[in-house]
């Protein structure tokens, strides 16, 4: 990340935190407590362009997997994010963490897995293709 921002943070019970309302309004994006909205959403600021961040912190469940990611696209469409301006990390304490070896398979394709003991690094979740499906992208 260049230019990262925290923008807002949901917590249990649909309380929205929004850090950063000026630069959420200026970005033309609304939050409001109907969406549903990842744990953290950051905003990468740089020089020509600004990446948006869904962020979900695993204690037991709640990982970014195929259906949540299909919600914050929606929620993303509807807020005219750019689709290569999109990016989802699931966060997790330590990848020998009991939620994390239960929920690193379920992680949605095209995503990242984060983990706090390892704050150097990420782990990407890609699909494996043949050669002749990466002639098709």
């Not at 949540?68 to 963490?97: C, G, H, V, Y």
Request: aromatic fraction near 10%; charged fraction near 30%.
């Amino acid at each position: 990340l260049q230019n990262p921002y925290v923008v807002s943070v949901s917590e249990a019970g649909d309380k929205i935190f929004t850090a950063d309302a000026k630069l959420l309004s200026y970005l033309g994006v609304a939050i409001n407590v109907s969406n549903l909205l990842p744990d953290v959403l950051i905003v990468d600021v740089a020089d020509d362009a600004v990446d948006f961040w869904f962020v979900e912190a695993v204690n037991t469940d709640g990982e970014i997997n195929e259906a949540r990611k299909r919600d914050l696209l929606e929620w993303a469409e509807q807020q005219l994010i750019e689709p290569t301006r999109r990016q989802f990390l699931t966060a997790f304490s330590s990848r020998n963490d009991p939620a994390a070896r239960k929920r690193l398979k379920d992680l949605a394709e095209r995503s990242y897995a984060y983990f706090a003991d390892e704050p150097g690094h990420e782990l990407a979740c890609y699909a494996i293709s043949s050669r002749n499906d990466s002639d098709k992208r």
